[in-house]
């Protein structure tokens, strides 16, 4: 199975902030890397796949990046809105593993 | 209105079993993969299994196989997870989602899901 790790598991940081988290795959998985958004008590939200695709109605402030072992995920002038924990997911291959995530708080 | 809605979870003992439904509306299932993710109180999401748009193929996590099943009835637009042999390991909230395309290959990725529906297992 291919290990996804996250960097770091929590940020703390403030509006305006511009914020990166970094997901490294065990082994490469090309650009199938998808990034999700979760707030506490709801369904994961689809922010961005093929490790640099925005979904439709994500706000242009997300962006993703890389290809092969190590992809970032950016998030340019952090809102309010933006506190939440954030995943990363491998569709290279089954099992389609996530990230451990990264818990990003208001400082 | 383009949604999926889990069913079927509650409080079960270890070693039983559970039958959990995802009711599809607003597009047509027969053309999606779908999977189950499943998310332990406090923890992380962890993907468990997948269907192609026909229920011809399937996969499952490691940790959920020969006790978990996944199949799909299109002509009744739901998804369903059977799960037997339930631990206590097994507590999560289970969603349901819905695949870019038809199977579960190289570069999918998940953009509709449902709300979840907790599935406690009792020791």
């Known amino acids: 199975d291919i290990q996804m790790t996250q960097s770091p598991s929590s940020l703390s940081a403030s509006v305006g902030d511009r914020v990166t988290i970094t997901c490294r795959a065990s082994?490469?998985?090309?650009?199938?890397l998808n990034w999700y958004q979760q707030k506490p008590g709801k369904a994961p939200k689809l922010l961005i796949y093929?490790?640099?695709s925005l979904q439709s109605g994500v706000p242009s402030r997300f962006s993703g990046s890389g290809s092969g072992t190590d992809f970032t995920l950016t998030i340019s002038s952090l809102q309010p809105e933006d506190f939440a924990t954030y995943y990363c997911?491998?569709?290279?291959?089954?099992?389609?593993?996530f990230g451990q995530g990264t818990n990003l708080e208001i400082k | 209105e383009v949604q999926l809605v889990e069913s079927g979870g509650g409080l079960v003992q270890s070693g039983g079993s559970l039958r959990l439904s995802c009711a599809a509306s607003?597009?047509?299932?027969?053309?999606?993969?779908m999977s189950w993710v499943r998310q332990a109180p406090g923890k992380g999401l962890e993907w468990v299994s997948v269907?192609?748009?026909?229920?011809?193929?399937?996969y499952s996590a490691d940790s959920v196989k020969g006790r978990f099943i996944v199949s799909r009835d299109n002509t009744k637009n739901t998804l369903y997870l059977q799960m037997n042999s339930l631990r206590a390991e097994d507590t999560a909230v289970y969603y349901c989602?819905?695949?870019?395309?038809?199977?579960?290959?190289?570069?999918?990725?998940?953009?509709?899901w449902g709300r979840g529906t907790l599935v406690t297992v009792s020791s």
């Open positions: 082994q490469s998985i090309n650009n199938y």
């Open positions: 607003g597009f047509t299932l027969s053309s999606y993969a």
């Open positions: 997911q491998q569709s290279y291959s089954t099992p389609q593993t």
């Open positions: 269907i192609s748009g026909s229920g011809a193929s399937t």
């Open positions: 093929a490790a640099s």
């Open positions: 989602a819905k695949g870019s395309t038809f199977y579960y290959g190289s570069g999918s990725y998940y953009s509709l």
